[in-house]
Nanobody, 126 residues
Framework: QVQFVESGGGLVRPGGSLTLSCAAS????????MNWYRQAPGRQRELVAA???????DYADSVQGRFTILRDNTKNTALLQMSSLKFEDTAVYYC????????????????????WGQGTQVTVSS
Protein backbone atom coordinates (compact mmCIF):
# COMPACT_ATOMS: atom_id res chain seq x y z
CA GLN A 1 0.00 0.00 0.00
CA VAL A 2 1.28 3.44 -0.89
CA GLN A 3 1.86 5.77 2.03
CA PHE A 4 3.17 9.29 2.50
CA VAL A 5 5.18 9.77 5.69
CA GLU A 6 5.99 13.19 7.07
CA SER A 7 8.86 14.16 9.35
CA GLY A 8 10.88 17.13 10.50
CA GLY A 9 8.41 19.01 12.63
CA GLY A 10 9.29 20.60 15.93
CA LEU A 11 9.26 23.66 18.12
CA VAL A 12 10.67 26.84 16.62
CA ARG A 13 10.69 30.49 17.61
CA PRO A 14 8.94 33.15 15.53
CA GLY A 15 11.14 34.15 12.64
CA GLY A 16 12.85 30.80 12.63
CA SER A 17 13.12 28.13 9.95
CA LEU A 18 12.25 24.49 9.64
CA THR A 19 12.30 21.94 6.82
CA LEU A 20 9.72 19.19 6.58
CA SER A 21 10.25 15.99 4.64
CA CYS A 22 7.79 13.68 2.92
CA ALA A 23 8.65 10.21 1.73
CA ALA A 24 6.35 8.04 -0.34
CA SER A 25 6.58 4.31 0.13
CA UNK A 26 5.04 1.34 -1.63
CA UNK A 27 4.87 0.24 -5.22
CA UNK A 28 4.46 3.43 -7.19
CA UNK A 29 4.22 3.95 -10.94
CA UNK A 30 3.87 7.71 -10.88
CA UNK A 31 3.11 10.48 -8.40
CA UNK A 32 1.30 13.51 -9.75
CA UNK A 33 1.41 16.87 -7.96
CA MET A 34 2.77 16.53 -4.43
CA ASN A 35 1.04 18.69 -1.87
CA TRP A 36 1.62 19.93 1.65
CA TYR A 37 -1.39 20.64 3.82
CA ARG A 38 -1.77 21.82 7.38
CA GLN A 39 -4.45 21.74 10.01
CA ALA A 40 -4.44 24.04 13.00
CA PRO A 41 -6.54 23.28 16.09
CA GLY A 42 -10.18 24.04 15.47
CA ARG A 43 -9.63 24.76 11.78
CA GLN A 44 -10.10 22.85 8.57
CA ARG A 45 -7.19 21.31 6.74
CA GLU A 46 -5.81 23.70 4.15
CA LEU A 47 -3.53 23.34 1.16
CA VAL A 48 -0.25 25.12 1.77
CA ALA A 49 1.92 24.29 -1.22
CA ALA A 50 1.90 22.10 -4.31
CA UNK A 51 4.47 21.04 -6.87
CA UNK A 52 3.84 19.32 -10.18
CA UNK A 53 5.96 16.58 -11.68
CA UNK A 54 7.80 19.14 -13.80
CA UNK A 55 8.47 21.46 -10.88
CA UNK A 56 5.78 24.09 -11.18
CA UNK A 57 4.78 25.35 -7.75
CA ASP A 58 1.82 27.02 -6.14
CA TYR A 59 1.43 28.44 -2.64
CA ALA A 60 -1.27 29.64 -0.35
CA ASP A 61 -1.20 33.41 0.00
CA SER A 62 -0.40 33.07 3.69
CA VAL A 63 2.93 31.36 3.01
CA GLN A 64 3.93 32.87 -0.33
CA GLY A 65 7.51 34.09 -0.17
CA ARG A 66 8.23 32.26 3.08
CA PHE A 67 7.78 28.59 2.16
CA THR A 68 9.42 26.63 -0.65
CA ILE A 69 8.29 23.24 -1.87
CA LEU A 70 10.73 20.91 -3.59
CA ARG A 71 10.54 17.36 -4.86
CA ASP A 72 12.83 14.58 -6.01
CA ASN A 73 11.02 12.42 -8.54
CA THR A 74 13.72 9.75 -8.44
CA LYS A 75 13.24 9.24 -4.71
CA ASN A 76 9.51 10.04 -4.47
CA THR A 77 10.20 12.64 -1.82
CA ALA A 78 9.19 16.20 -1.19
CA LEU A 79 10.45 18.94 1.11
CA LEU A 80 8.78 21.98 2.55
CA GLN A 81 11.31 24.62 3.50
CA MET A 82 9.72 27.09 5.90
CA SER A 83 11.26 30.37 6.95
CA SER A 84 10.15 33.51 8.76
CA LEU A 85 7.76 31.33 10.70
CA LYS A 86 4.84 32.97 12.48
CA PHE A 87 2.66 31.92 15.38
CA GLU A 88 -0.15 31.24 12.91
CA ASP A 89 1.96 28.63 11.12
CA THR A 90 1.46 26.35 14.10
CA ALA A 91 -0.32 23.24 12.84
CA VAL A 92 0.00 19.60 11.97
CA TYR A 93 1.49 19.39 8.48
CA TYR A 94 0.57 16.62 6.09
CA CYS A 95 1.91 15.48 2.76
CA UNK A 96 -0.31 13.84 0.16
CA UNK A 97 -0.65 13.31 -3.56
CA UNK A 98 -2.53 11.58 -6.33
CA UNK A 99 -0.63 8.64 -7.72
CA UNK A 100 -0.84 5.48 -9.77
CA UNK A 101 0.41 2.31 -8.08
CA UNK A 102 2.58 -0.12 -9.99
CA UNK A 103 1.03 -3.51 -10.66
CA UNK A 104 3.08 -6.68 -10.41
CA UNK A 105 3.47 -6.77 -14.17
CA UNK A 106 4.80 -3.23 -14.14
CA UNK A 107 1.72 -1.57 -15.54
CA UNK A 108 0.07 1.39 -13.81
CA UNK A 109 -2.94 0.87 -11.61
CA UNK A 110 -5.89 3.25 -11.30
CA UNK A 111 -5.29 6.79 -10.14
CA UNK A 112 -5.80 7.16 -6.40
CA UNK A 113 -5.32 9.68 -3.62
CA UNK A 114 -2.96 8.78 -0.82
CA UNK A 115 -4.23 7.88 2.63
CA TRP A 116 -3.68 10.59 5.22
CA GLY A 117 -0.71 9.93 7.47
CA GLN A 118 0.01 11.02 11.02
CA GLY A 119 1.43 14.35 9.93
CA THR A 120 4.19 16.22 11.69
CA GLN A 121 3.59 18.88 14.32
CA VAL A 122 5.03 22.35 13.83
CA THR A 123 4.79 24.66 16.80
CA VAL A 124 5.88 28.28 16.56
CA SER A 125 6.26 29.70 20.02
CA SER A 126 8.46 32.10 21.92
Amino acid sequence: QVQFVESGGGLVRPGGSLTLSCAASGSIFVIYAMNWYRQAPGRQRELVAAITTDGRTDYADSVQGRFTILRDNTKNTALLQMSSLKFEDTAVYYCNADFRPKNRDGTPGPRAHGPWGQGTQVTVSS
